[in-house]
């Protein structure tokens, strides 16, 4: 995606409509005039723009769009739309080595949970063949520390039990919790569906990672802006944004 630091708004070659760099993909041609995409927002030339969304991307390649924006004879790679997602999906997951090379990732499902209970996590990603029952008790976590912040406790110590036992452990016997009133942007974001357990396996250095936790600091900011440039793309909200709240 385009840099941050740029603030004049560019018009999507499809849409017609002017916007933020931000939220924009910018193609350049190279020297055999081949359309490139540059997601860094670096590469030399002149540079043309389509809203950071895949449909988009396959929409300006359907009806040939690229010639007419730079006006000029262009070659179009039929599968254009694919290569901006694996370049987005590269990027992304190079920021995440770099946070992890800066100590702000923690894997495994017991550190993740502890992470969340001390409110020391930003984010966490479940890798796409993450279980069902893995991602519930990560939630659970999550609704605990919800309780505790609603009600001013101090972070605890996450352990494996159940939610259920320590609420008071017979369901049927137990008043049923309070419902807590709680801000979704400053609770941890979930990212799920974006990478595979082999993405994260070469990302974080790991062996069979299906769960991970971000904790706060610049490296995990670049990340979580590269992850939601991937989510939008692929069809996820215009707003996605997982830096609010971190």
């Known amino acids: 995606m385009a840099p941050k630091t740029e603030t004049a708004e ?3 070659l499809v849409t017609r409509e002017a916007q933020p760099p931000a939220g924009l993909i910018r193609f350049v041609q190279d020297p055999s005039g081949r359309v490139v995409p540059d997601v860094r927002g670096k590469l030399p030339g002149r540079g043309v723009w389509v809203t950071g969304s895949r449909d988009l991307v396959a929409e300006a390649v359907k009806r040939k769009l690229f010639g007419r924006g730079f006006k000029a004879e262009v070659q179009v790679d039929a599968d254009l739309a694919d290569w901006v997602d694996r370049l987005l999906k590269d990027t992304a997951l190079s920021a995440l080595s770099m946070a992890r090379k800066a100590g702000k990732v923690v894997t495994g499902f017991g550190k993740v949970t502890t ?3 001390k409110g020391q996590a930003v984010a966490v990603i479940h890798a796409v063949e993450a279980a069902d029952d893995g991602r519930r008790k990560v939630a659970q976590s999550m609704r605990r520390r919800a309780r505790a912040m609603a009600e001013g406790d ?3 110590d996450e352990d494996d039990e159940d939610e259920d036992d320590r609420d008071g452990g017979d369901d049927d016997a137990a008043a049923p919790a309070p419902e807590v009133a709680l801000d979704p942007a ?3 974001r979930v990212i799920e ?3 595979s357990g082999a993405d994260l396996d070469l990302a974080l250095g790991g062996a069979n990672v299906v769960h991970a ?3 706060a600091g610049g490296a995990s900011t670049s990340f979580l802006q590269h992850a939601a440039a991937l989510a939008r793309y692929r069809g996820g909200s215009p707003d996605t944004d997982w830096i ?3």
């Open 10 to 12: 560019r018009t999507c």
């Open 115 to 117: 992470a969340l209970g």
């Open 154 to 156: 101090e972070p605890f």
């Open 186 to 188: 400053k609770m941890p």
């Open 193 to 195: 569906g974006l990478f």
């Open 213 to 215: 936790a971000l904790l």
């Open 244 to 246: 609010a709240g971190s």
